[in-house]
Nanobody
Framework: QVQLAESGGGLVQAGGSLRLSCAAS????????VGWLRQAPGKEREFVAG????????YYGDFVKGRFTISRDNAKNTMYLQMDKLKPEDTAVYYC?????????????????WGQGTQVSVSS
């Protein structure tokens, strides 16, 4: 069973950048499809980005529009989310998650393991 821990959240001005990291332990990180999801106050959790086991297939939520980049380093058991051109509407708790599913996962219901979340706040 894999454990996930996010880091890198914080407060940034609109137009700025943040890099989130997700460190995995307790399992073979390369065996999982992994992704980022976020939840803003009063809203449902939504898919941000996902990446397959080998890191050669990547998926983004429609709202990302070229602003975010997901990557993974299986040797370091770590996943990243580079977020550029941040907007106030990007304010949310960001979660990393891992799935045992063999295919692509974009729905929270199919992620099996979750981190505790990291707060990202973007001021206008």
């Amino acid at each position: 069973q894999v454990q996930l821990a996010e880091s890198g959240g914080g407060l940034v001005q609109a137009g700025g950048s943040l890099r989130l990291s997700c460190a995995a332990s307790g399992g073979a990180f390369s065996n999982y499809f992994v992704g980022w999801l976020r939840q803003a106050p009063g809203k449902e959790r939504e898919f941000v980005a996902g990446i397959n086991r080998r890191g050669n297939s990547i998926y983004y939520g429609d709202f990302v529009k070229g602003r975010f980049t997901i990557s993974r380093d299986n040797a370091k058991n770590t996943m990243y989310l580079q977020m550029d051109k941040l907007k106030p509407e990007d304010t949310a708790v960001y979660y990393c998650a891992a799935s045992r599913a063999l295919g692509t996962v974009t729905s929270e219901r199919y992620f099996d393991y979750w981190g505790q979340g990291t707060q990202v706040s973007v001021s206008s």
